[in-house]
């Protein structure tokens, strides 16, 4: 049974840090791509990032590109998610996320791409 279990969210004040990580745990096939999504109250989910197998490629949504940095160790299965300059509207539920794809394309942010999913967890930043 595969198990996805994200880790690090927290309250913060604006301006400052949080680093999430996401472990997933079962997978019987190797070469994944692993992405970050959110959702925050009241609105849909939306794609933050994504990173393929070997970190080739990495892709971010507008939102965040140039504060957020996704990397990750694939020998441990590990996806993580360095938050920088943190703002009140990054206020959301984190889900991270398993491909069944080893890249992600131009359309990395659509939740089809996607096989299994954490449970989230919350990133609550203050003004």
């Known amino acids: 049974q595969v198990q996805v279990d994200e880790s690090g969210g927290g309250v913060v004040h604006a301006g400052g840090s949080l680093r999430l990580s996401c472990t997933a745990i079962g997978l019987r096939y190797d070469n994944y791509a692993m992405g970050w999504f959110r959702q925050a109250p009241g609105k849909e989910r939306e794609g933050v990032s994504c990173l393929s197998w070997h970190s080739t490629h990495e892709y971010y949504s507008d939102s965040v590109k140039g504060r957020f940095t996704v990397f990750r160790d694939d020998a441990k299965n590990t996806l993580h998610l360095q938050m920088n300059n943190l703002k009140p509207e990054d206020t959301a539920t984190y889900y991270c996320?398993?491909?069944?794809?080893?890249?992600?394309?131009?359309?990395?942010?659509?939740?089809?791409?996607?096989?299994?999913w954490g449970q989230g967890t919350r990133v609550t930043v203050s003004s």
């Open positions: 996320a398993v491909s069944s794809y080893d890249s992600c394309s131009t359309s990395w942010d659509s939740e089809r791409r996607f096989r299994y």
